[in-house]
């Protein structure tokens, strides 16, 4: 069964410092992995996404992720912080699903950044 | 394009009542997800609609509810509400069919905000 585990329930950075937000997941076949950000009072906006291809994967606002199956993470990183990135951040998971139709995201619990100046 | 929008933004019940809750996708878009977010459970699945079809079920009990008429608008219905159903509702359209490309992203609304008194 699919599941994801984020370390850190909060963090906190000073603004220009590195970001460095830790996904692990399990999955049983190659994953889709994906990263969400969510402000205060709204919905989910997509940060980037993991399906074949480059491991590296550059998102928005300067967000990346990296892919690595031998340790069954997709850390998220940015290179300098920025008072506008405080917020929650959740890492997510679905998996190909060979004739069903379970194309449902896992989410992780989530890791909210702080980013004091 | 407008993105998804989900009506009311914010709801207050009484325990033992129903509530419906609406969601318009971003145009062209077939798939509807639904997602329960609470402090304590996180981000959990509810179910997906594609082209008037429920494709797939998260672990919810039978008060729980969803349809999607033909313009694939959705709405979601809890009968019979308990406290424990105060949430965020977050509902995120898809333009492909989930359950066979899981690797889509989903796009989410603002949500409802549901609070049972």
């Known amino acids: 069964a699919q599941s994801v585990t984020q370390l850190g329930s909060h963090v906190s950075v000073s603004e220009g410092a590195l970001v460095l937000l830790r996904c692990n997941y399990s999955?049983?076949?190659?994953?889709?992995l994906f990263w969400y950000v969510q402000y205060p009072n709204q919905g989910l906006q997509l940060l980037l996404k993991?399906?074949?291809?480059?491991?590296l994967v550059k998102g928005i606002n300067g967000f990346e992720a990296e892919f690595k199956k031998s340790e069954t993470s997709f850390h998220l990183t940015k290179p300098s912080a920025h008072m506008s990135d405080a917020a929650e951040y959740f890492c997510?998971?679905?998996?190909?699903?060979?004739?069903?139709?379970?194309?449902?995201?896992?989410f992780g619990k989530g890791t909210k950044l702080s980013v004091k100046p | 394009k407008a993105g998804v929008t989900q009506t009311p933004r914010y709801l207050i019940k009484t325990r033992g009542q129903q509530v419906t809750l609406s969601c318009s996708p971003i145009s062209g878009h077939r798939s509807v997800s639904w997602y329960q977010q609470t402090p304590g459970q996180g981000l959990q699945f509810l179910f997906e609609y594609f082209s008037e079809t429920q494709r797939n079920k998260g672990n919810f009990p039978g008060r729980f509810s969803g349809r999607q008429f033909s313009n694939s608008r959705s709405e979601m219905n809890v009968s019979t509400l308990e406290l424990g159903d105060s949430a965020l509702y977050l509902c995120?359209?898809?333009?492909?069919?989930?359950?066979?490309?899981?690797?889509?992203?989903?796009?989410f609304g603002p949500g409802t905000r549901l609070t049972v008194t």
């Open positions: 997510a998971v679905s998996e190909e699903n060979y004739g069903g139709s379970q194309g449902n995201l896992i």
């Open positions: 995120a359209s898809s333009p492909r069919d989930r359950g066979r490309w899981p690797g889509h992203e989903q796009y």
């Open positions: 993991y399906t074949t291809g480059a491991t």
């Open positions: 999955s049983s076949v190659p994953p889709y």
